[in-house]
């Protein structure tokens, strides 16, 4: 699967594939990408700043992982050189739910 493949899990139903990293992922509609404005809302609201600033953050957080990045992060599928929020999160939850269905 290549980088540009890794993406495919976004749309489709159900499949399970090995990226190139060799972690089973479950390619499936998570519905994270629907839910993401409104956790970016509350996390705004819980914190007192706006939804941009929450991003901008994430972003930094992300990119400063990135400065020297580990086997686990150069796992995470996206479109360029470093994740944007949506696709850490969406990478993330993608692998906590195969990691409870394989125990």
Do not use: H, L
Not at 23 to 50: C, D, L, P, W
């Amino acid at each position: 699967m290549t980088k540009s493949d890794s993406f495919s899990w976004y749309t489709n139903d159900t499949a399970t594939v090995t990226n190139e990293c060799g972690f089973v992922e479950k390619e499936r509609n998570v519905k994270v990408m629907a839910n993401m404005k409104k956790v970016y809302r509350k996390i705004a609201k819980q914190n007192g700043i706006t939804v941009e600033e929450v991003k901008r953050e994430m972003r930094e957080a992300i990119s400063a992982a990135y400065v020297n990045p580990n086997f686990y992060a150069r796992c995470i599928p996206c479109k360029g050189s470093i994740p944007t929020p949506d696709e850490f999160i969406s990478y993330a939850v993608n692998r906590v739910s195969v990691i409870r269905e394989t125990k």
